[in-house]
């Protein structure tokens, strides 16, 4: 840390009178004016917010008492009645929305899926029209997110979920997250891609759509519109509106909310547990009226219930398909990446040229395959076809092809096409394809166990259901994954069996890689904090990156002992212990401070030539640290000149160098005492001691108690 911006702390709180001496040029604070004043500039400003795809904009001030909720005011009991109320209303509109506009959407992409199945049927040149549709289908589909000219649009949706769940926004940012224009295009893109017979998802683009009807409610409805402007209610309203999304795709309201919790959500506020519940359930509720209308039952992949469909033996099967499914969904998160990263620069100077040949890809490989019926080409169908005959995974039209040889064909077919499918700039989602991969493998391990116990009554489909979960926990970093396959297949009995993989295979990638959720939000610059902890590179310790090689001086180290020291040690940071014997740490030297200490003092005697002529790269490390301080006075006085505002927070010094604009603020501010001014030129003034602990006393870091460090022996005079 620079000097200028350093503070004064040592062995709790001295008096003025102990304030040791700086050198001449040095700027010091007090650390309780220096409090004062961030406290102050802080109360000054609003939050701190995050620009998302687009310039910064400042917020206006006058917001009605709304925006008061929630901080330590004292709060109107009628308003907070009227706000809890409008938010009841909002997410019970919310969930019936959408759980009728999913329950359409899900139709279209059925009718679609189901006039592919017919092309292909419907002559001998039916698989070269199959081919000519997918590719038209997949070119339209991109083609609409590259007219929309919208970063929002393409991709999973899941990414700017989180990021609109993890961090503060203007209301006026908001539109390029969530609005009604981005739902439409997404929805538009979703219902071609999938109809073309992409190995995409939709689960994730439909929890975005369902964030953005959220926003066109609150935006666009007078009595929602001061939600609006309360953020602390804004993410727990978005929150909920994520589990409406994901509980009305799979008709799984328990399953969706806690999916969504898990994927969205840094930490999760009790409160809102009921209202999400109320809202999952509703729109769980709605879309169960759609799919009995279309299809006759209330579950996505109904399968025959079957009395004790395992042996407790089969525990540890069950265990070991967990531990087979955690290493290839490891495998599988990193190919896909490379994959990506390969291909982006296609992918971004042509997403319609390239989407065009991925549907003509897709259209082969499931032709070849035969991955297909008369109901359609999605993945919803091969999952129910896997989790009851599996007819159509085991490939049993195709003469001679076993049926373990044709779910290992089908396995590596459905591997290329999700990655194909999934890293086009369409809109797309995972959650299904990694489910189908799952049951795929998991139908694999179980015939094949079938086949080895011979006599003994394997239950095959429920491997596939357990296969299915433990490879989506372990791509996805969720364990909710087994409480939705529960919910959507009706088998209660599998619980426990997908519990125990699904604990596994995400037990098995989440130290190791980022889910593919985190991977999109990579892709599309959106880090955030908690994210970037995930990606240290295995690195999870202090330990694991630091330098157990330390030189340590102690608080009688003198100059001549300094100089040699810097000599002979390259370390940018020098621990000072209390004495050898005891190795208490007391506080550091910045490697900076020594050598302006030394230039100081050997200008004295006008010998600083050679301390110059002793350090050079010391010196050029200076002269780089002076030229930035030039830079960033310059910049103060351009902002200035232009009238820029100096509080912290909304300025462009505020965001590059945070520590320097909050001290000179607190410089120019009334609240900084003059006492305090006082000190700071006695400081500058007063002459300079000759040992170590003069000059930690007045430019160390914060003084630590910490672990014993190796002392360094001072060298003789």
């Given at each position: ?24 040029g ?14 102050a ?6 939050r ?46 919310l ?79 908001l ?23 992409l ?42 509106a ?25 930490y ?116 129910k ?15 001679g ?55 003994v009554?394997?239950y095959?489909p ?11 926990s ?37 130290s ?45 180290c ?86 820029a ?35 700071l ?37």
């Amino acid at each position: 840390m620079d000097p200028d911006f350093q503070t004064t702390m040592y062995e709790g709180n001295k008096s003025d009178s102990d304030s040791s001496t700086a050198p001449s040029g040095l700027e010091f604070v007090n650390v309780d004016d220096f409090a004062k004043s961030r406290l102050a500039s802080e109360a000054g400003s609003d939050r701190n917010r995050v620009t998302f795809f687009g310039k910064h904009e400042t917020e206006p001030q006058t917001r009605d008492s709304v925006r008061e909720m929630g901080r330590n005011t004292k709060v109107d009991p009628t308003k907070a009645f009227i706000l809890s109320s409008n938010v009841l209303i909002l997410l019970f509109s919310l969930g019936i929305i959408t759980g009728a506009l999913n329950g359409c959407f899900a139709w279209l992409m059925k009718l679609l899926s189901h006039a592919q199945a017919l092309i292909i049927t419907s002559s001998p040149l039916g698989p070269l029209y199959f081919m000519f549709s997918t590719s038209f289908l997949a070119s339209l589909s991109a083609l609409i997110i590259k007219l929309g000219d919208m970063k929002a649009t393409h991709g999973t949706g899941m990414a700017e979920v989180k990021a609109l769940l993890v961090n503060d926004f203007y209301v006026s940012e908001l539109s390029s997250i969530a609005s009604s224009k981005i739902g439409f295009i997404r929805v538009t893109s979703l219902i071609l891609a999938v109809g073309a017979g992409l190995s995409i998802g939709i689960a994730a683009p439909l929890v975005h759509v369902a964030l953005c009807t959220a926003h066109s409610f609150m935006n666009r409805i007078a009595i929602f519109r001061d939600l609006l402007h309360n953020p602390d209610m804004l993410k727990q309203i978005m929150a909920a509106a994520a589990a409406v999304g994901m509980s009305t795709v799979f008709n799984a309201p328990v399953g969706g909310l806690l999916f969504s919790i898990e994927v969205t959500s840094t930490y999760y506020l009790i409160s809102n547990y009921w209202r999400s519940f109320m809202a999952a359930t509703t729109g769980a509720l709605m879309y169960s009226v759609f799919l009995a209308a279309s299809e006759g039952n209330y579950r996505i992949f109904e399968v025959t219930t079957v009395t004790n469909p395992y042996q407790k033996w089969e525990f540890l099967t069950y265990a070991f398909l967990g531990l087979i499914a955690g290493f290839l969904a490891l495998w599988y998160l990193k190919f896909h990446q490379a994959y990506y990263m390969a291909m982006r620069k296609y992918f971004l100077a042509s997403p319609v040229a390239t989407a065009a040949l991925a549907g003509a890809v897709t259209a082969v490989l499931i032709y070849a395959v035969g991955a297909h019926n008369h109901s359609g080409v999605s993945e919803t169908v091969l999952v129910k076809d896997i989790f009851n005959d599996s007819h159509i995974a085991e490939m049993h039209d195709r003469r001679g092809v076993s049926p373990i040889a044709g779910l290992c064909a089908s396995l590596v077919v459905r591997v290329a096409l999700t990655v194909i499918g999934t890293t086009l700039r369409v809109s797309a989602g995972i959650f299904l394809p990694m489910f189908t991969i799952g049951a795929i493998g998991g139908r694999l391990f179980g015939q094949i166990l079938a086949d080895i116990a011979l006599g003994v009554n394997i239950y095959v489909p429920g491997y596939a259901m357990v296969g299915a979960a433990a490879f989506l926990s372990g791509t996805t970093h969720t364990i909710s994954a087994a409480v939705i396959v529960v919910e959507m297949t009706g088998e209660i009995d599998m619980l426990l069996p997908c519990l125990i993989a699904s604990v596994i295979a995400c037990g098995i990638t989440k130290s190791r890689s980022l889910s593919m959720f985190d991977q999109g939000m990579v892709n599309k610059g959106l880090e955030s904090f908690e994210l970037l902890l995930n990606a240290t590179g295995g690195f999870n310790f202090v330990e694991d990156v630091m330098d157990a090689q330390v030189t340590s001086v102690t608080r009688a180290c003198m100059v001549s002992d300094l100089f040699a020291l810097m000599q002979s040690e390259d370390q940018g940071v020098f621990p000072i212990i209390e004495s050898h014997d005891s190795c208490k740490l007391v506080g550091s030297l910045d490697r900076r401070d020594i050598y302006n200490f030394l230039k100081i003092h050997f200008a004295k005697h006008n010998l600083e030539s050679h301390v110059v002529s002793s350090f050079p790269q010391d010196e050029a490390a200076e002269q780089l640290h002076q030229l930035r301080e030039k830079k960033v006075a310059e910049l103060q006085s351009w902002m200035k000149r232009n009238n820029a505002n100096s509080v912290p927070g909304s300025s462009i010094t505020r965001r590059l160098f945070p520590s320097a604009h909050a001290l000179q603020w607190a410089h120019n501010n009334d609240s900084f005492s003059e006492h305090s001014a006082q000190t700071l030129a006695e400081a500058n003034a007063a002459a300079i001691n000759d040992d170590c602990s003069t000059i930690m006393r007045t430019m160390s870091i914060n003084p630590l108690q910490g672990t014993p460090l190796p002392a360094f022996a001072p060298p003789a005079a």
